[in-house]
């Protein structure tokens, strides 16, 4: 908009105009000129000076021409080159003008810079908006004291503006040695200067400077501009913080601006103001203020595309509050005022898109069936058909046209009207572009098709459909799952293998979390999340095993058969179809995968001595098979849960000695787990070799290891609680094992800060350091050191926390012991209760997080018996017992027999 209220009503007309008037009016020559033409020259001279005056430009510029030719060294010389060079402009003969600027500019020094304005308008006229700017830029270095100079830089802005030559508008007004400054300061309220600003301040906006284009729009405030650049700044104000996302500042010079368009009267300016008004309502989630501010634009004054604009903004805020009966309101109206606007077709078409929604949204209820709901619907079916033939009988072939024969289409398939919609579908397909509305259009055609028996035509638009769309994202997601599952029913039903075999096979590839998987019922972790799709395609593929029971694909189909049953949680019936399966196809080369998906449902079903079996046969059977690893990670897990730790151990040696196994995540997460059993039956040596073999083969030992970073952290976590549990170390050296404990833990302290593991081994160590204090007392400072920086650490867990709490804790018990005073003591106990108290009464506690019942009860009854046997204080300790009974319920029996033990007995009554 800014540009078309930047006056390009030719600036060039003055000059013209002025030009003419000196030579006509100047008044009578000096006697040097007199001497220096000779009658031809006056003569031809005042002969063209009359025709350019009287408009005739192709004449005078003939004239002028012939007397540059003629009178090389006359003192009118430069007033003829640029006389010749302003008729060619206003003949728009623009080569022209660059030709004598290029031939005359260097011998008319008086008129160079007019000629230079013109080469650079003449540019502009031609489109060569770069061209252009450069030559402005080239003037305004050149003739730095040309009255023609705020034009020149004004225009040269206004090149760059058309070319949203964003960076090189702000460079050329904003950089040292550039001229606007010394205009701008020569004369800021030239009418050129302020338009210049208003072009800087519009390509701020573009390029997000926001701050220094609202700087510059609020300076121009202080000066007295003319009415229309008053809106100008304010529209380019309220843009800004727009874009700032200052919607309450914007809308406020919003308020501004729509009076400043309407003080002046102008519909265009009005409409727009209403617009951004609008806009900025919408922003501030003011949908009732927006609606109404919108709606003014819908009045005749209303210039066409800010009416249509405000029309459809209207709609979509009416159907956003869901009503849509509102919006058809409005537009039954616009149509009964404005007849014959150019959008009406668009208009009829929303009209009746909207009542066939409506249809839907009452269909969708599913109210109960009666005459006064079926009269309703029936009639949002007709409004919406109205709408549709209106478009149809006066628009051209046209997407809109398109879009009309498909909701005509849904008006006849709603009705039972299948022939006419199988044509109007037919059409929307042939009408429509290759678009979403196109594939809905053709699929329809096609079901037509399958509900007329024409199984041919269906079969040819479902595969159409297909192969045009299979690569359209939002198709693909919403339609062609549909389109293969009716052209699987196609096949069936025309007895064509070949088209069902086809279809289900591309199901399988495309959709197969639609469906079925063809992964290891291992890797199936979720059903499917749309309701009926699972029972849809256990149809499909009975119907498709009764229909060719003997197909080649039957082992594949009768295996996708039983993952649905998989995928719906019957195991019982999977392992059913399993086991026939395992009993028909004896060689199949799927046979391995099915035996183990068989173990994997036995053991889902509960049943797990017989998965057991199944993966005991299974290692034997097929022990070259790549499954095998798998199967002892079972076995392993499955020996784990017995409490057999050596089983487990055994069978995660399987798996990572495995050569069918290349080294990955599973063989390296099976080493680690073959030395945590290793660690669970106490083989502390066996154990170390696990991790220590991961910790020596990954990173950042061997940087190009198949091992994770994670694992190997895991590793150190694993060795350093083998450390911790081996009794078997030389009682000599039985507090090294702490020594090599941290040096585990250490690594994790140092490299995973940022991970829960983190704080878990800060407290290990800070264990640790509390048994190492027995010997070394200052370890004291280093167990609190550690406990502070396990509670402190934000991924903690509450568990973790509470733990630290109570490390801190004992650490403040055990310092206690060492004072030599009884106030020193009190003090170190008094700050020990309050780390147990922080844990019973859940300080620190995270939104969700909820108290470690264990981690609770030993902080209790370790504040409990400091408060009764070290600070005397038995009332308390009841209290703090009868809090930690609520805390855990599951304590109150015990908790009321230590409460039964501090209460003193009753005294005895007296007789």
Not at 209 to 231: D, F, S, V, Y
Not at 347 to 366: I, W
Not at 691 to 716: C, D, E, H, K, R
Request: hydrophobic residues 40%; contains cysteine; charged residues 25%.
């Amino acid at each position: 908009m800014l540009i078309t209220m930047l006056d390009l009503r030719n600036s060039w007309s003055r000059i013209l105009v002025v030009s003419v008037l000196w030579l006509l009016v100047a008044g009578p020559l000096s006697w040097s000129v007199k001497a220096a033409d000779n009658a031809e020259a006056r003569n031809l001279f005042r002969t063209a000076s009359e025709a350019m005056s009287d408009k005739a430009f192709e004449r005078a510029a003939g004239e002028f021409n012939q007397f540059l030719q003629k009178f090389p060294n006359s003192p009118r010389f430069a007033e003829a080159a640029i006389s010749l060079a302003e008729n060619y402009f206003e003949l728009k003969q623009y080569d022209e003008v660059l030709k004598t600027v290029d031939l005359y500019q260097s011998r008319a020094a008086s008129v160079a810079d007019r000629l230079a304005y013109l080469k650079a308008r003449s540019l502009w006229e031609k489109g060569q908006y770069a061209e252009a700017a450069q030559a402005w830029k080239a003037m305004t270095e050149a003739f730095s004291k040309s009255k023609l100079q705020p034009e020149a830089v004004y225009w040269e802005a206004l090149a760059r503006f058309k070319e949203k030559d964003w960076s090189g508008l702000i460079s050329a007004l904003t950089e040292k040695g550039r001229p606007f400054a010394k205009v701008a300061e020569a004369d800021p309220a030239n009418v050129f200067v302020v338009r210049t600003r208003l072009l800087l301040a519009e390509a701020q906006l573009e390029k997000k400077e926001l701050a220094e284009a609202e700087k510059g729009l609020l300076a121009l405030a202080e000066q007295t501009l003319p009415p229309e650049q008053i809106w100008q700044r304010l529209q380019l104000l309220t843009r800004v913080q727009q874009q700032a996302s200052r919607f309450d500042d914007a809308a406020q010079t919003s308020i501004g601006l729509l009076a400043q368009a309407r003080a002046l009267g102008r519909s265009d300016l009005i409409a727009e103001s209403v617009a951004l008004r609008a806009e900025l309502l919408q922003a501030l989630k003011q949908p009732d203020a927006a609606l109404e501010m919108w709606q003014a634009n819908l009045s005749d004054n209303t210039p066409p595309e800010r009416r249509r604009q405000a029309l459809f903004a209207v709609i979509a805020l009416s159907t956003e509050k869901g009503n849509t009966e509102q919006a058809r309101t409005q537009l039954t109206e616009f149509l009964r005022a404005n007849p014959n606007d150019p959008a009406q077709s668009l208009v009829r078409l929303t009209l009746g898109e909207l009542a066939l929604k409506d249809f839907y949204k009452v269909k969708a209820v599913q109210p109960a069936v009666t005459d006064t709901n079926l009269i309703h619907m029936t009639n949002l079916l007709q409004m919406a058909k109205v709408q549709f033939d209106a478009v149809l009988t006066n628009t051209a072939v046209s997407n809109i046209t398109g879009r009309a024969y498909l909701g005509r289409g849904w008006y006849g398939w709603e009705m039972g009207a299948i022939e006419a919609a199988q044509s109007d579908f037919k059409l929307a397909t042939e009408a429509l572009p290759e678009s979403n509305d196109q594939a809905i259009a053709r699929f329809k055609w096609a079901d037509t098709q399958f509900l007329r028996n024409d199984l041919e035509g269906a079969s040819a638009n479902y595969s159409a459909l297909v192969e045009q769309y299979r690569g359209v994202t939002a198709v693909r997601e919403g339609l062609l799952d549909q389109a293969l599952y009716q052209l699987v029913r196609v096949g069936v039903r025309q007895k064509r293998e070949d088209v069902a075999t086809y279809a289900l096979e591309k199901l399988r590839e495309w959709f197969p979390e639609s469906y079925y998987s063809e992964n290891s019922l291992l890797l199936v972790g979720q059903a499917l999340g749309q309701g009926g799709k699972v029972a849809d395609a256990r149809r499909l593929l009975d119907d498709f095993m009764q229909q060719f029971p003997n197909s080649a694909k039957a082992s594949e189909i009768q295996l996708a058969r039983a993952r649905i049953s998989v995928r719906e949680q019957n195991w019982t019936d999977a392992i059913t179809i399993y086991a026939n399966w395992l009993g028909r196809f004896t060689n199949d080369v799927a046979r391995p995968r099915a035996v183990f998906d068989l173990g994997w449902l036995r053991f889902k079903a509960g049943d797990e001595a017989q998965a057991f079996i199944t993966y005991t046969n299974f290692v034997s059977d097929f022990s070259t098979n790549a499954l095998v690893p798998q199967a002892h990670f079972w076995l392993a897990e499955h020996y784990e849960r017995k409490k057999d730790f050596s089983g487990a151990e055994r069978h995660y040696q399987l798996v990572f000695q495995s050569t069918n196994l290349p080294p990955g995540e599973l063989s390296h997460r099976a080493r680690l787990l073959a030395g945590r059993a290793a660690l669970s039956r106490q083989g502390y040596k066996e154990a170390q070799g696990y991790f220590t073999w991961l910790i020596t083969n990954g990173p950042p030992q061997v940087t190009s290891s198949t091992i994770s970073t994670q694992l190997v952290a895991q590793a150190y976590f694993a060795l350093g609680d083998t450390h911790l549990a081996d009794s078997a170390i030389d009682p000599a050296r039985a507090q090294d094992k702490f020594g090599d404990a941290i040096n585990a833990f250490t690594f994790i302290e140092q490299f995973f800060k940022d991970t829960p593991l983190f704080s878990v081994a800060c407290g290990k160590i800070a264990s640790c350091h509390l048994q190492y204090a027995v010997q070394d007392p200052t370890r004291y400072e280093k167990a609190s050191e550690y406990f502070t920086k396990a509670l402190e650490s934000p991924l903690a867990t509450v568990e973790t926390r509470g733990l630290a709490e109570i490390g801190l804790g004992k650490v403040k018990e055990k310092l206690a012991e060492r004072q030599t005073t009884e106030e020193a003591r009190t003090g170190l106990w008094k700050s020990a209760l309050e780390h147990y108290e922080n844990v019973v009464y859940g300080r620190g506690l995270k939104e969700g997080e909820e108290l470690s019942p264990a981690v609770t009860e030993q902080a209790g009854l370790a504040g409990a018996q400091l408060l009764w046997q070290r600070l005397n204080r038995r009332e308390q300790a009841i209290s703090f017992y009868q809090r930690l009974a609520e805390k855990v319920p599951a304590l109150r029996e015990s908790v009321e027999k230590r409460i039964a033990e501090l209460t003193p007995p009753a005294p005895a009554k007296q007789n």
